[in-house]
């Protein structure tokens, strides 16, 4: 369940007709909680329309078995019998990263992954613990945040854990990902929004970067 919900947000990644809002909350104990939210449901109305009901049930009914509340990776690798480590530490993990669908009128229309309450250290072994499935997430997670200053590397402002991850396919099955189009990322980049919240009030902000700082004070 987990490489197949991965593989699908990353297949929907790569459609112009995918929207992608991303929330960080940075919280008081230096850890942060991070939710990425694609809306499919312009992808959805395309597909009703040019795509048979025998193919497109075909192609995306693994969307209906994702969960329409919150549950972890650990949750939904242990309900289908497919949890195959014993590692507590990437147990730990699997445990702290959730997933969900939103529908309307029983068509969906909205998918979501939460990283909950991560610490540096979470966010690393996450990006580690199955290295075969590399976590499509908002490289900002990476920032580093000590619970009083959030320090930004702009080299996060992009999409290289997606294009990682469509570029290194994890079996031949997977084939189809590897030839999609990664000059569609930049259309992409214009749908994509991260909003960094913060528990407590900022103090002030450095930096050499403008649009950065209009960001944080708008």
Aim: proline share 2%; net charge positive; hydrophobic share 35%.
């Amino acid at each position: 369940m987990k490489k197949k919900f991965f593989l699908l947000i990353i297949s929907l990644l790569i459609l112009q007709s995918c929207s992608i809002n991303s929330e960080i909350v940075y919280h008081k104990d230096a850890a942060s909680t991070s939710i990425m939210n694609i809306d499919v449901k312009e992808l959805m109305n395309q597909m009703k329309a040019t795509t048979p009901d025998s193919l497109r049930k075909k192609d995306f009914g693994e969307m209906d078995k994702i969960p329409t509340e919150w549950k972890s990776i650990y949750e939904l690798e242990k309900e289908e019998g497919k949890l195959k480590t014993d590692n507590p530490d990437s147990i730990r993990i699997m445990k702290k990263i959730f997933v969900k669908s939103t529908k309307e009128d029983n068509e969906l229309t909205n998918f979501s992954i939460k990283l909950d309450h991560f610490t540096q250290d979470d966010y690393k072994a996450a990006n580690n613990f199955n290295k075969k499935d590399k976590l499509p997430i908002d490289q900002n997670v990476f920032n580093v945040w000590d619970g009083k200053t959030l320090t930004i590397d702009t080299k996060n402002f992009n999409l290289n854990n997606i294009t990682q991850a469509i570029k290194k396919p994890s079996n031949k099955d997977e084939d189809d990902l590897q030839g999609a189009s990664l000059g569609m990322m930049s259309m992409l980049l214009k749908n994509m929004q991260t909003t960094l919240k913060f528990e407590k009030k900022i103090k002030s902000i450095s930096g050499k970067h403008d649009e950065g700082r209009q960001g944080f004070l708008r």
